[in-house]
Nanobody, 123 residues
Framework: VQLQASGGGLVQAGGSLRLSCVAS????????MGWFRQAPGKEREFVGT????????DYADSVKGRFTISRDNAKNTVYLQMNSLKPEDTAVYFC?????????????????WGQGTQVTVSS
């Protein structure tokens, strides 16, 4: 499975961005998808995850209420809508996939990773 993330960029605090992640998987709907981020000098951290059907989502407390994950299985695409962005959201954002996961917040459980897209939020 290959993942291609896009949509990052430079935005002012309070602005919005929508990231996309397109998967090459033939059976994309079988995969749980996750978003993670890594800021300079910091470890990669969980942002959010969505179940194979899109019926279940989970978010890190730091983004809850501001970020929304959705997916379109017909387009093999998962989205991360980011609103009310803050400078501390600045990071490289990665999408990840796995067909079966026990702990969706644990990045070590994801088998497939995209290349990352840079999000920079200016104050």
């Amino acid at each position: 499975v290959q993942l291609q993330a896009s949509g990052g960029g430079l935005v002012q605090a309070g602005g919005s961005l929508r990231l996309s992640c397109v998967a090459s998987a033939r059976t994309f709907s079988n995969y749980r998808m996750g978003w993670f981020r890594q800021a300079p000098g910091k470890e990669r951290e969980f942002v959010g995850t969505i179940s194979w059907s899109g019926g279940s989502t989970d978010y890190a407390d730091s983004v809850k209420g501001r970020f929304t994950i959705s997916r379109d299985n017909a387009k093999n695409t998962v989205y991360l809508q980011m609103n009310s962005l803050k400078p501390e959201d600045t990071a490289v954002y990665f999408c990840a996939a796995r067909d079966w996961i026990i702990s969706p917040r644990d990045d070590h459980e994801y088998r497939y990773w995209g290349q990352g897209t840079q999000v920079t939020v200016s104050s």
